[in-house]
Each structure stands twice: as C-alpha cells, then as structure tokens.
C-alpha cells in the first residue's frame, strides 16, 4: 500500500472538522452505500463517502471493514494503529484475531507471539502450538508439545494454522502408532469418514483392517450387517453397534432384525445389550410404530427418556388408566406441568373429575400452554400476567447518548444486527438492572424489539405485555396477512418463537431472518410470487423474510386443512414428517394428544410456544382472545 493510501486511511479515524453534519437519514443511506465498498475493500468507491461520515457514529466500522477484507495488503503498522486508537470497539478484538491468523498463515511467528492473548479458538490455538514449537522457547517447549498432540487428537478436520504444528510432531517422531490409532477410532465415532480415510495409510494391517471394515459398513450398513463374518472382539463390537444404530434412525425393524442376528453370532457385553434395547424401543416410539409401547415396557433399567414415551405411546392410544400408571412411574420427573395436565386429563377420563379439578386449578395461572389449556378445562377467564413499565426519560436520554449505545443504533438501522449485538453488550456491561431496563427501553424505540425482550428478561423488568410481545412490523404484516386470511396472531406467536423478533437470527441449520426460513424454502416461495432472491443474506430483510414467510405460512395452513398445529409443527419439521405423524385416516384423536405425542422434542415444544404465543398475541391485537382449544381445534380426519 502506498504511504498516500496509508495516511488516508489512518485519517479515517479522525473526525473531519469545519464542516457541517448533514441529517441522519441522508448519513445512515450513505453508510450502508460505503460499508458495502469497504466491505469489498474498494477503496475508490469507499473514499467519497469518508467526508460527509466523518462525524456519523459508524465511521470508524468503515476503516476497520476496509482493513479486515484487505488484510493480506496491509502493513502490520496500519492495523496495530487501528487496534490501538479504536480499542473500545467490540470489533476491533475480531479484526485483531483476523489479523493474527493472517500473521500466522505467513510464518511471522515473532509478530504473532507479541500479540497473541492466549485465545482458545482452535484456529489461534493451533497458531500458538506452531508458533512456539518454531522457537528456541525451552520453558514451554514441553507443554506446547503437549497442546500440540492434543490438537492433533481431534475428531474433526484441523485449522490450516495446524499445519507448521503438526509438521513439528511428524518431524520429532512424537505421533505413536497407538495414538493414529485413537484419532482414527475417534474419527470413526464422530463420523467423520473422510478424516478416517486419509489416516488409513499410516495404521498397522490389523488396525487398517478393522477401520476399512468400519468405513465400508458406514457406506452401506445394511448389507454389511446382513453378511457380517467379523471377529467377535471389542473393535469390531463397537463397529457393528454403530451399524444397528445407523440402520435404526431410519428402519428401527430392520435393525431390530440384524441385531437379534448379530447377537447370535457375538457376545456384546450387557450394557451394550441394555442400551440397544433401550435404544430400539426409543426408535420404535419416535418412528410411531405399534410395537413401541411393548418394546418400551421391556427396556429393564428405564430412563426418563423411556417413561415419557412410555406416557406418550399410552396417551396415543388414549389408554387413560396407563397414562395414570406411567405418570406415576416417573417420580418426581412427573410433578412437571406437562405430565400434572395429562395426569389430570385421565383422571377426568375415568372418572375422577374433583381430582382432576384441583390440579387444573393449580396448574391455571399464567399463559404458557399447560396453564392456558388447564383454565380452558375449567372454562375460566385467563389472567395474563400484565405490569406497566416505568420509563424514566432523563435516564433514557443519558444512555441513549453512551457512545456504544449510538453505534447499536446506527448498526441496527444499517441491519448489522451482529455487530450492534457487540455493541449493546458493550454497553450493558456495568449497568444496574434497573438501568437496563431503561436501555431496553431504547432498543424498542430503535423497533429492535428481540434485544427488549432478552433484556427484560435477564434484568427482571416489569411484565409489560406490550414490550415482551410487540406488535412489531404491523404495517407490513397486518394487510399481507388480511389478504391471504392468515391470523395475525399466529404468525406473531411464530415469529417469536422462531427469532424473538431478531431479524438478523441465523439458526445453527441456516434458517434466517424474522420468520427463519431455510434459502432452499425462501427461493422457492420467492419463485412461486414472481420474486427473486439474489442472495440468501435477502432473507435478513425485515420485510422479505415477513412476506415470503407468510406466503409459506398460507400454503401449510391450506394444504392441513386450516389446522393451526399441524401447520405449525410442519414449519418446524416439514410437511412430510408431519403427514407420516398423523393418525390413521378415519381414527379420532384429540389434537392436544397429537401435540404431545410429536416425536421430536423440538418441534413438540415449538408447536406449544407457538399457539400459547398465539392467545397472548391475540389479546393484544383484540383485547379478547380466542381460547387455545378453539386454536387447536380437531384433527383432520383424512391427509392433506
């Protein structure tokens, strides 16, 4: 870089004094003009901006995504002089590491040690292992040697900063043919074939042969299984034990069947023989088939996970007096509100309604979903929890004028949600509770309405219904939804549960933005309304992700028949799954039992969020909601 570029952009830190700020708006559209260019480190369309932002909250962000996406260009100088002027940026710590890897991958050992901060992210750490190996540190050799094996010893793929480490390793004769070993098994367990794969070469034929023997079982287990002649050893045990269970997540009979046969030929100890029973009995139950509850009532040493769907397989089949019996089973595990309302649901169903009174009545208080459908049991008002916040303006103000405060502003308006996260942390730090509540205050002003709820929640402020359930983007949401005949409240209760209103929520899965759809389902919706995403990021978009979502919202509620839960659970799990979880056609079941007989927890719990969410959301928007057993209504008789 050029000392002329480098003076410019150790400028930009720098307020530019003498002229006048122009209005917010005008600055906030031309940020997100000059974030986009420094974010692709062009610097020719960055540099007109730089004047007219000088003075705005986020110039410093402009130098440090300039810097970040032009690490490999930048003179060591030009970066450490950013990470010393902006140190009270939560992002100058990420620039930072980026720079250290960067430092790394060039073999500047000398540089990366002066400003290594014992960080534990594999990639640093594993820098830090080569970095002191490749010095003349005597001290720490031998426990850097040590990190180092650790390292190696992992099941997944290393960081490429692994590489000058592990080398060292190599080099020094310090991998034994026992510790291949382990890393290979390890590998083997995680499946993470391809990592076992390329470690195959450096094994002894025996241990090649068993690890062979493993990866070709992992290919096809089916077959391998079926004409299993392996040795009757502990590796090859374990081997074929992952087999069972690799059959079973999809076939549980077809395993059920290898593994009667796999046991005639092998003695599998006795708690791998428990643990397969409990583990085929458990597969029975999530895949819904008859056998489960006589498999379940065999397992010997029974969990907790076995005696809830002990419960379960018992409320399917609407066997009252098992119900009873099962929740009983379950100890102190069974006084949770979930198993009180369904113990209370078979005592009315035998007869036992006084009994069956009294712990609805206990039950009734709140609105989640157990306390919701227990005052419907009894036919009594709910009594929503509902406490007025206390603003206190003066406090407001001085906080909305913290500097880290001013730049989550900004980065909310701008949608970079992540890094007005850092900034709001940085901010909250050392306020007192009821000061947060104050700033939580602010978020609902900036429309961040996900940061309120969280911070309500972890400051212990009031129980405001109008901040802990907004009624956030009605401008948008409410005439789309009037068109396609879509409560407005259901899709509120879905939106919270998926993002709490977080429009830059990214799911572990990939699911994205306020209604936290999948890109494969959003390019689809998108094709199906004539629009087009460009980018999967468009779904971070408030008023994208709330159209498309919607619009998929209506297709899942059409296609079950307009069954609030059924559409609900296949937003979570997906049409198929939810259509293979129905009852037989013709076959009555009440739609609360079909709720708590969903296999996966995830989704047995998202259904009820969503439509307790639902009642709440209703009573804002009207003042009187509809009851959540009218909500759950009954089940379609026939498929969708």
Same mark, same amino acid.
């Given at each position: 870089?050029?000392?002329?570029?480098?003076?410019?952009?150790?400028?930009?830190?720098?307020?530019?004094?003498?002229?006048?700020?122009?209005?917010l708006a005008a600055q906030r559209a031309a940020f997100k003009q000059a974030w986009a260019a420094a974010?692709?480190?062009?610097?020719?369309?960055?540099?007109?901006?730089?004047?007219?932002?000088?003075?705005?909250?986020?110039?410093?962000?402009?130098?440090?995504?300039?810097?970040?996406?032009?690490?490999?260009?930048?003179?060591?100088?030009?970066?450490? =002089?950013? /990470?010393? #002027?902006?140190?009270?940026?939560? @992002?100058?710590?990420? $620039? %930072?590491?980026?720079? +250290?890897?960067?430092? *790394?991958?060039?073999?500047?050992?000398?540089?990366?040690?002066?400003?290594?901060?014992?960080?534990?992210?594999?990639?640093?750490?594993?820098?830090?292992?080569?970095?002191?190996?490749?010095?003349?540190?005597?001290?720490?050799?031998?426990?850097?040697?040590?990190?180092?094996?650790?390292?190696?010893?992992?099941?997944?793929?290393?960081?490429?900063?692994?590489?000058?480490?592990? =080398?060292? /390793?190599? #080099?020094?004769?310090?991998?034994? @043919?026992?510790?291949? $070993? %382990?890393?290979?098994? +390890?590998?083997?367990? *995680?499946?993470?074939?391809?990592?076992?794969?390329?470690?195959?070469?450096a094994l002894d034929d025996a241990s090649r042969s068993w690890a062979q023997a493993w990866l070709d079982?992992?290919?096809?287990?089916?077959?391998?299984?079926?004409?299993?002649?392996?040795?009757?050893?502990?590796?090859?045990?374990?081997?074929?034990?992952?087999?069972?269970?690799?059959?079973?997540?999809?076939?549980? =009979?077809?395993?059920?069947?290898?593994?009667?046969?796999?046991?005639?030929?092998?003695?599998?100890?006795?708690?791998?023989?428990?643990?397969?029973?409990?583990?085929?009995?458990?597969?029975?139950?999530?895949?819904?088939?008859?056998?489960?509850?006589?498999?379940?009532?065999?397992?010997?040493?029974?969990?907790?996970?076995?005696?809830?769907?002990?419960?379960?397989?018992?409320?399917?089949?609407?066997?009252?007096?098992?119900?009873?019996?099962?929740?009983?089973?379950?100890?102190?595990?069974?006084?949770?509100?979930?198993?009180?309302?369904?113990?209370?649901?078979?005592?009315?169903?035998?007869?036992?309604?006084?009994?069956?009174?009294?712990?609805?009545?206990?039950?009734?208080?709140?609105?989640?979903?157990?306390?919701?459908?227990?005052?419907?049991?009894?036919?009594?008002?709910?009594?929503?929890?509902?406490?007025?916040?206390?603003?206190?303006?003066?406090?407001?103000?001085?906080?909305?004028?913290?500097?880290?405060?001013?730049?989550a502003r900004e980065l909310v308006h701008a949608g970079l949600y992540d890094y007005a996260q850092q900034?709001?942390?940085?901010?909250?730090?050392?306020?007192?509770?009821?000061?947060?509540?104050?700033?939580?205050?602010?978020?609902?002003?900036?429309?961040?309405?996900?940061?309120?709820?969280?911070?309500?929640?972890?400051?212990?402020?009031?129980?405001?219904?109008?901040?802990?359930?907004?009624?956030?983007?009605?401008?948008?949401?409410?005439?789309?939804?009037?068109?396609?005949?879509?409560?407005?409240?259901?899709?509120?209760?879905?939106?919270?549960?998926?993002?709490?209103?977080?429009?830059?929520?990214?799911?572990?899965?990939?699911?994205?933005?306020?209604?936290?759809?999948?890109?494969?389902?959003?390019?689809?919706?998108?094709?199906?309304?004539?629009?087009?995403?460009?980018?999967?990021?468009?779904?971070?978009?408030?008023?994208?992700?709330?159209?498309?979502?919607?619009?998929?919202?209506?297709?899942?509620?059409?296609?079950?028949?307009?069954?609030?839960?059924?559409?609900?659970?296949?937003?979570?799990?997906?049409?198929?799954?939810?259509?293979?979880?129905?009852?037989?056609?013709?076959?009555?079941?009440?739609?609360?039992?079909?709720?708590?007989?969903?296999?996966?927890?995830?989704?047995?719990?998202?259904?009820?969020?969503?439509?307790?969410?639902?009642?709440?959301?209703?009573?804002?928007?009207?003042?009187?909601?509809?009851?959540?057993?009218?909500?759950?209504?009954?089940?379609?008789?026939?498929?969708?």
């Amino acid at each position: 870089m050029s000392h002329l570029v480098a003076g410019l952009m150790l400028a930009m830190c720098c307020t530019i004094p003498g002229k006048a700020a122009p209005d917010l708006a005008a600055q906030r559209a031309a940020f997100k003009q000059a974030w986009a260019a420094a974010q692709h480190g062009d610097l020719a369309k960055l540099t007109p901006y730089l004047e007219s932002l000088s003075g705005y909250p986020l110039y410093p962000y402009l130098r440090f995504a300039y810097l970040d996406a032009t690490l490999a260009e930048q003179p060591d100088d030009v970066v450490q =002089a950013f /990470l010393k #002027q902006q140190w009270a940026l939560p @992002v100058a710590d990420d $620039l %930072r590491q980026d720079w +250290l890897l960067a430092v *790394a991958r060039r073999g500047d050992w000398k540089t990366f040690l002066a400003n290594y901060r014992d960080e534990d992210t594999p990639p640093l750490r594993c820098a830090a292992a080569s970095a002191h190996l490749a010095g003349d540190d005597a001290a720490d050799h031998d426990n850097w040697v040590t990190v180092a094996l650790q390292l190696w010893l992992s099941a997944g793929p290393t960081p490429d900063t692994c590489t000058a480490a592990f =080398a060292y /390793l190599e #080099q020094h004769q310090l991998v034994s @043919v026992d510790m291949r $070993l %382990r890393r290979v098994t +390890l590998a083997l367990r *995680a499946r993470q074939y391809a990592l076992a794969k390329t470690l195959l070469p450096a094994l002894d034929d025996a241990s090649r042969s068993w690890a062979q023997a493993w990866l070709d079982m992992a290919a096809d287990p089916r077959r391998v299984l079926a004409h299993d002649a392996s040795p009757d050893t502990a590796p090859y045990q374990e081997m074929l034990i992952a087999g069972v269970r690799q059959v079973a997540r999809r076939d549980p =009979a077809r395993a059920r069947h290898l593994w009667h046969s796999l046991q005639q030929r092998h003695h599998f100890a006795h708690d791998d023989e428990d643990d397969m029973q409990r583990l085929l009995a458990l597969q029975y139950a999530w895949h819904l088939m008859p056998d489960a509850r006589r498999l379940l009532a065999a397992v010997e040493r029974p969990d907790f996970e076995v005696l809830g769907w002990r419960v379960r397989c018992a409320l399917r089949a609407q066997d009252w007096p098992a119900v009873l019996r099962d929740i009983d089973a379950l100890g102190r595990a069974g006084r949770a509100d979930t198993w009180q309302y369904w113990k209370a649901r078979a005592l009315a169903a035998t007869g036992k309604d006084a009994a069956a009174r009294d712990i609805y009545q206990s039950l009734a208080v709140g609105n989640d979903y157990y306390a919701l459908l227990a005052a419907d049991r009894l036919q009594q008002a709910y009594a929503f929890p509902q406490q007025a916040s206390m603003p206190a303006p003066q406090v407001m103000q001085q906080l909305a004028l913290r500097p880290a405060f001013l730049r989550a502003r900004e980065l909310v308006h701008a949608g970079l949600y992540d890094y007005a996260q850092q900034e709001w942390q940085t901010g909250v730090k050392d306020l007192s509770d009821p000061a947060q509540c104050q700033a939580a205050l602010l978020a609902s002003e900036w429309g961040w309405y996900g940061r309120t709820i969280q911070t309500f929640a972890n400051a212990g402020c009031w129980q405001d219904a109008t901040f802990n359930y907004p009624l956030g983007y009605r401008d948008t949401l409410l005439p789309a939804l009037h068109k396609l005949h879509v409560d407005p409240a259901w899709v509120y209760g879905l939106i919270r549960a998926e993002s709490l209103f977080f429009p830059g929520a990214v799911s572990g899965a990939g699911a994205m933005g306020l209604m936290q759809l999948m890109p494969s389902t959003g390019r689809d919706v998108a094709q199906r309304l004539g629009l087009t995403l460009d980018e999967d990021r468009d779904l971070l978009d408030p008023h994208t992700s709330l159209t498309l979502g919607s619009h998929y919202m209506s297709r899942l509620l059409e296609r079950f028949h307009g069954s609030e839960p059924l559409a609900t659970a296949a937003y979570n799990a997906g049409a198929t799954r939810v259509t293979e979880w129905l009852p037989p056609a013709g076959d009555a079941m009440p739609a609360d039992v079909w709720v708590d007989s969903i296999p996966y927890d995830e989704t047995r719990a998202y259904v009820r969020r969503v439509l307790a969410q639902a009642v709440v959301f209703d009573w804002r928007l009207d003042g009187k909601p509809a009851r959540l057993t009218a909500r759950l209504g009954t089940l379609p008789t026939t498929g969708p």
